[in-house]
């Protein structure tokens, strides 16, 4: 018998991997593991959770149990997968994407996005985006404006009114750091 398992705060593919590699270690068996999500082939129901529960818990991990924090979840995991590969191109609107994505309403999801984590979709996506612009200054591979181009910003100075009013400091003061200060992506609301 397989039993699915939704989890909070998994975000990047190390997630995956400690949270197989722990689950292995706790002697379950682990059919499937991306992210947000657990397959176990179990036996005995009660010792199993038992055992992910103590896996979750130490590596910092949630279950999730209900569906409207399942539905956060996955928009949170969407977009996160979205600004993997750059240049980043969203055709048509974000609300369009995660309507046409997860089959629902798109004002269902902002309501229940909105309520679960008191910051709206747009919000948070901005906030990831902002996290990625980080990551790209820190790797020092592109200049502002290609950074801009390949998050899909139309022009630099938007970017750095958005960065601004995010971080609270301009570009060239954050490539200037010497101690980037970034925020892990499954501490973003």
């Known amino acids: ?18 949270l197989r590699n722990e689950l292995e270690g706790e002697g379950l068996s682990v059919q499937e593991v991306e992210l947000g999500r657990v397959i176990l082939l179990t036996k005995n129901r009660k010792p199993d959770i038992i055992s992910l529960l103590k896996v979750l818990q130490s ?3 949630i279950l999730i149990s209900s569906e409207n924090q399942k539905l956060v979840e996955a928009v949170k995991i969407e977009l996160i997968i979205l600004l993997r590969n750059l240049p980043f191109e ?10 046409q994505r997860f089959q629902t309403d798109y004002s269902k999801i902002s309501k229940i996005f909105s309520s679960t984590e008191k910051v709206t979709v747009e919000k948070y996506f901005i906030k990831l985006k902002i996290e990625k612009v980080k990551e790209l200054i820190q790797d020092g591979q592109y200049n502002f404006t290609e950074i801009g181009q390949s998050l899909n910003y139309n022009n630099v100075n938007y970017l750095s009114r958005q960065f601004k009013a995010e971080t609270g400091m301009r570009l060239s003061q954050y490539k200037s750091l010497k101690n980037f200060k970034r925020n892990s992506l499954d501490q973003i609301v």
């Not at 969203?90 to 309507?99: I, M, N």
């Open 90 to 99: 969203q055709e048509g609107k974000l609300s369009e994407f995660l309507a």
């Open 1 to 18: 018998m397989t039993q699915e398992f939704y989890i909070k705060n998994m975000v990047c593919d190390r997630c995956i991997k400690i």
């Open 59 to 61: 590596n910092g991990f």
